[in-house]
């Protein structure tokens, strides 16, 4: 049985298949609409979302199963002191995929000691979204062609963005990428993310603050917001959340071909002018979300079409 709890879980092998099976399903969806007939996903959302849930739900629904699952942890027996281990022995007597998204770090790692089922990890705190990086990726490779010789700006919030620590490792393995990393001191990415990625591997990685600086020089530019929900302080959430608003006038230095992505939720991070540009890719990159989960659910389910 295979979880997917890390983005390192999948090799490049099996990211190419997922990929290349979330653009036969994009071109030919009829073909998948009863490969998990009788087949049941849970969502198990101990934290918001919208994107996640709803595209894993959507994802289910068009390969022919069903779904089950709650929203927020307020209405599951989590109030009444439930363990995660628990919760998925429980609800692996109901379903045969779970996903989860929880505001621990290595929550999900934890359910998939004991689930009977496939665990995937939907979010878990500020460390890893394996999902979103799936979808990345698929976004990446139809906008631009290739997964690797390229120049790619994280810009944010790449302290607390569980994306952009999930991206980079994901990245790391593909050819010729250069790493421009955009924040305030206070928001740089994590030690373990600049050890362990770019340092053990020999990645060459630049931090900047400025993004008027770099952004001519960008493939493509993966935009995040600031993480209010997991500041200690309210005041530095103030004082830090417009850092950077990305507008028509900086887009005005960047290459013809730049690809924004944005794993949503925008707050004011990227002006809403910045969305009638051919190069504003988030919403794009939230429908492919919903393809590379019904790529995912096959493959964890190892169910196959011919
Ligand atoms: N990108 C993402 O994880 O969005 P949600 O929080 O809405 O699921």
């Known amino acids: ?62 390969l022919g199963g069903n779904v089950l699952g709650f929203s927020s942890a307020d209405s599951s027996s989590a109030t009444k002191g439930e ?36 665990i995937i990890n939907a979010g878990d705190g500020g460390h890893y979204h394996p999902t979103q990086t799936l979808t990345d990726l698929l976004t990446i490779q139809r906008e631009k062609g290739r997964l690797g010789n390229m120049t790619i700006g994280f810009c944010g919030d790449l302290k607390f963005g569980r994306t952009v620590h999930s991206l980079i490792k994901a990245l790391s393995r593909y050819e010729n990428i250069r790493y ?17 990625v770019f340092e053990n591997n020999n990645i060459p990685y630049q931090q900047v603050e400025s993004m008027d600086e770099v952004i001519g020089e960008l493939d493509v530019l993966y935009m995040t917001r600031v993480q ?45 002018k910045v969305d009638d540009d051919p190069r504003a890719c988030y919403f794009r990159q939230a429908l492919n979300g919903k393809y590379v989960r019904m790529a995912l659910i096959m493959k964890l389910l190892g169910l196959e079409v011919e």
């Open 180 to 196: 421009i990393l955009i924040s305030p001191k206070e928001l740089q990415v994590p030690d373990y993310i600049r050890t362990e």
């Open 1 to 62: 049985m295979r979880h997917l709890i890390d983005p390192m879980d999948l090799s490049v092998q099996e990211i190419q298949e997922m990929l290349d099976l979330s653009n036969d399903i994009i071109a030919n969806k009829d073909k998948y609409s009863e490969v998990c007939k009788g087949k049941k996903l849970a969502t198990l959302f101990f934290e918001p979302s919208t994107r996640t849930r709803l595209s894993f739900e959507a994802a289910m629904m068009e």
């Open 228 to 272: 209010r929900e997991r500041f200690f302080n309210e005041a530095d959430y103030i004082r830090l959340k417009d850092t950077y608003i990305l507008d028509t006038k900086k887009l005005k230095n960047a290459k013809e071909d730049l690809s924004i992505l944005h794993p949503l939720p925008r707050v004011n991070e990227i002006s809403t």
């Open 83 to 118: 363990s995660v281990h628990d919760t998925v022995q429980v609800v692996g007597c109901y379903a045969d995929v779970i996903a989860m998204r929880h505001p621990k770090e290595g929550a999900p790692l934890l359910a998939s000691l004991k689930s009977p089922v496939p």
